[in-house]
């Protein structure tokens, strides 16, 4: 029997060099290598994905030549409502890849049975759920930056003032947050199989109490103290204060020490959630 292609690559790591149990960077490396190995970016489904998310941003481009902000602060000084919601729309497909991109692929790694094998190597859990987690991160992260580049070419977002370094680094720090958020989601998927329904849930609250496609100053005083600790509404502030060449750097210090202290928390609850699923005999689903 052909042994999977992440076992084959768990092993891989292991045995180079001293044959040492393999660190977490070169596990999560060799599962990544795997993802990337299956899949291809250019296939017909991910085409026509990419045209929607065109289309999209062409219908809020129409609307926003209609649409008039009465005070240029509600919407953190972007020059339009367009600037605002492309760069939540943008960030909003970062959340998404870690919501339900990455339930769906822990369940497929269920159903393949490779999650049990690669638990069953002498690696941490942690490494295991950021490894799954890395390629779904990564590939929303390319999306969000391609929609961007479209919407600034094509579209007419107004990059004259952006602070670049402060884009990319805001952006890369709140995908880190969102992988917290992902593995998090991705434990409850283990454990419990339901991680991917709350995931869809969780998306569309978040979407709205974050500020993607409205400033959250509009929302009921409640929503608006419930928003304020949010990571996603910290990243999409800071994202739009570095396109308007405005101050980001509090914003990425927020999202780092959230990186911080959630992926090691995080990383122990998906090991918690995988010992409970073996103790279950749920490991591997049907």
């Not at 042994?3 to 060099?17: F, Q």
């Not at 638990?119 to 950021?130: E, G, M, Y």
């Not at 590939?139 to 602070?163: E, K, M």
């Not at 109490?209 to 999409?236: D, E, K, N």
């Amino acid at each position: 029997m052909t042994e999977p292609a992440s076992v084959r690559s768990l092993e891989s790591a292991r045995d180079i060099g001293t044959g040492f149990v393999p660190t977490g960077p070169r596990v999560v490396l060799a599962i990544l290598r795997r993802d990337a190995a299956e899949h291809r970016f250019l296939g017909l489904p991910f085409v026509l994905d990419f045209l929607f998310g065109v289309v999209n941003l062409m219908v809020f481009s129409l609307i926003s030549r209609v649409l008039r902000h009465p005070t240029r602060p509600a919407f953190l000084h972007t020059a339009s409502y367009f600037d605002f919601v492309a760069v939540g729309i943008g960030f909003m497909l970062v959340v998404q890849a870690a919501s339900t991109q990455i339930t769906s692929r822990i369940r497929q790694e269920q159903r393949d049975g490779t999650l049990e094998l690669m638990t069953a190597q002498p690696v941490s859990a942690a490494a295991v759920a950021i490894g799954v987690s890395c390629y779904p991160i990564l590939f929303g992260l390319v999306r969000a930056a391609s929609y961007l580049g479209i919407a600034a070419l094509l579209l007419g977002l107004d990059v004259s003032s952006t602070n670049w370094l402060g884009f990319a680094v805001v952006l890369s720090l709140g995908g880190c947050a969102a992988l917290c958020f992902g593995m998090a989601l991705a434990a409850l998927t283990v454990a419990f199989e339901h991680g991917d329904a709350l995931g869809t849930l969780l998306i569309v609250a978040v979407a709205f109490a974050s500020g993607t496609y409205f400033p959250v100053a509009v929302l009921p005083r409640a929503l608006r103290w419930l928003s304020t600790p949010l990571p996603t509404r910290i990243a999409l502030d800071g994202l739009r204060a570095a396109l308007s060449g405005g101050s980001w750097g509090g914003a990425a210090v927020v999202l780092a020490s959230v990186s911080a202290v959630g992926l090691p928390l995080t990383g122990c609850f998906f090991g918690w959630a995988t010992r409970l699923a073996m103790r279950r005999g749920t490991l591997t689903r049907g």
